[in-house]
């Protein structure tokens, strides 16, 4: 069983479909957001984050930041370890 994740994202978003894609390749379920469908739900996501742009995703928990950050963290081998992590 892997953590659970939360994604902010929106439909049109390529760098949500790639985030997601990688998720989805390690087994993760994804509690994904829809700012675009929940327009208030994009405030939370600057409050809890402090940044504007979406995805925003967090495991556990933890907020791993964005698309880049959550490629960064596989190029490094510290996503599986943070999936794998229980909360």
Do not use: N
């Not at 997601?20 to 984050?49: F, N, T, Y």
């Not at 504007?52 to 556990?60: A, D, E, L, M, S």
């Amino acid at each position: 069983m892997t953590a659970p994740v939360v994604m902010y994202c929106t439909a049109a978003c390529p760098f949500c479909r790639s985030a997601e894609r990688l998720l989805l390749e390690k087994g993760a379920q994804i509690d994904k957001i829809r700012v675009d469908l929940e327009p208030a739900r994009r405030s939370e996501m600057m409050q809890k984050s402090g940044r504007r742009t979406v995805p925003q995703i967090w495991i556990g928990g933890r907020h791993v930041g964005g698309c880049d950050d959550l490629y960064a963290l596989e190029a490094e081998g510290k996503l599986d370890p943070l999936l794998e992590a229980s909360t």
